[in-house]
């Protein structure tokens, strides 16, 4: 089968042999497959947790159709449509684990699923479980144009939040973002923009911050929250390292996490898709909670694919067809 392989040479398409499953896991003939900052990453050569090198198959998220399940993937039948996330899914087929998956809701085309299943979990997980995020609160998402942006302002919306702030620092796509939850709209490339948020929220800071960039932005961040705020850490863009102001940190008694699925188990990953299911599957069903698809490219041109989103130019998810 075909399948986009990091070789010596860099990355390319490759006939490489068709896996089979074996215990917990399933075989998916890949319909669709959306590209994540990750997966542009990897076609560089640079390691995601366990993921990627030489002779890795890329990416992770993917859509299709059940054609092999393994003796313990529960629940799953073969012909069934499915969306999940995991290692080498720009293949014509890929493994995939019986936990990390679900159901394509009737009404939804594989392309519109593939761009799903990775901002699903990490910004519910990150919202909800660990953010703990309730109902009247504000909430500031930094990073809000990307695809996983875009589901948190969603999302928070969704469960109620008062206030839904977004960051870019690119107009266009800060103009957009009112489309997708936000309230307010702003630069995080502005030295100003912590008085913004102080502003909108009457000097007392936002209740939670999901934080994509960090980098120079740590510091403002904690400017920005309020007494007893939480900071949940999902992406570095920005920069892995940066001045952090303990004092400030402590003053005002800041919940910072950092989250990962690189370092999560199996069985962490399993619970988090079944929160999902349990939460906000229905405004999944009803298609209040989807990503706007920026451009589709057919398999064949994937390495086109990447180099427009090495672009940074789009809105909404780029995926992949096969």
Same mark, same amino acid.
């Given at each position: 089968?075909?399948?986009? !392989? ?13 896996? %089979?499953?074996?215990?917990?896991? @399933?075989? @998916? ?8 900052? %990750? ?9 995601? &947790? ?5 002779? /890795?198959? =890329? ?35 890929? =493994?995939?684990?019986? +936990? ?7 009404? #939804? &085309?594989?392309?519109? *699923?593939?761009?799903?299943?990775? %901002? ?20 500031? #998402?930094? +990073? ?19 206030? $839904? ?19 307010? *709209?702003?630069?995080?490339?502005? /030295?100003?923009?912590?008085?913004? $948020?102080?502003?909108?929220? &009457?000097? %007392? ?9 960090? &980098?120079? !932005? ?13 900071? @949940?850490? $999902? +992406?570095?863009? +920005?920069?892995?390292? /940066? ?10 008694? #800041? ?28 405004? @999944?069903?009803?298609?209040? =909670? ?5 451009? !589709? ?13 090495? /672009? ?6 780029? !995926?992949?067809?096969?």
């Amino acid at each position: 089968m075909k399948a986009y !392989v990091y070789g010596a040479d860099g990355a390319a398409i490759t006939e490489i042999d068709k896996p %089979a499953p074996k215990g917990p896991q @399933v075989l @998916v003939r890949v319909r669709a497959c959306g590209l994540n900052r %990750a997966d542009l990453g990897m076609t560089k050569g640079h390691a995601h &947790g366990a993921a990627g090198g030489v002779g /890795a198959v =890329l990416g992770m998220e993917w859509a299709g159709e059940i054609e092999a399940v393994g003796d313990e993937a529960y629940g799953c039948e073969v012909g069934q449509r499915v969306m999940g996330s995991g290692t080498a899914a720009f293949g014509e087929s890929t =493994l995939a684990d019986h +936990g990390r998956l679900f159901p394509i809701p009737d009404g #939804i &085309g594989f392309e519109e *699923a593939a761009t799903l299943p990775v %901002a699903l979990t990490t910004m519910h997980n990150a919202l909800i479980a660990v953010g703990k995020l309730r109902a009247g609160q504000a909430v500031l #998402i930094q +990073g809000a144009s990307s695809g996983v942006g875009l589901m948190a302002m969603q999302i928070a919306k969704l469960k109620g939040a008062r206030l $839904v702030i977004g960051s870019s620092t690119d107009k266009h796509r800060r103009d957009r973002l009112s489309e997708f939850g936000a309230d307010l *709209a702003i630069d995080s490339s502005d /030295a100003g923009w912590v008085d913004q $948020v102080l502003e909108a929220t &009457g000097g %007392a800071g936002v209740d939670l911050i999901i934080d994509q960039i960090s &980098g120079k !932005v740590a510091n403002q961040n904690l400017a920005a929250a309020r007494v007893l705020g939480r900071i @949940v850490n $999902v +992406g570095r863009l +920005g920069g892995t390292h /940066a001045d952090f102001n303990f004092d400030l940190h402590a003053a005002r008694r #800041i919940d910072y996490v950092g989250v990962t699925f690189r370092s999560r188990s199996i069985e962490e990953i399993r619970e988090i898709f079944r929160q999902v299911r349990g939460d906000i599957w229905p405004a @999944v069903e009803s298609r209040k =909670l989807r990503l706007p698809i920026d451009r !589709v490219f057919p398999f064949s041109e994937i390495g086109e694919a990447f180099a427009h989103m090495e /672009a940074n130019r789009h809105l909404g998810k780029i !995926v992949v067809t096969f």
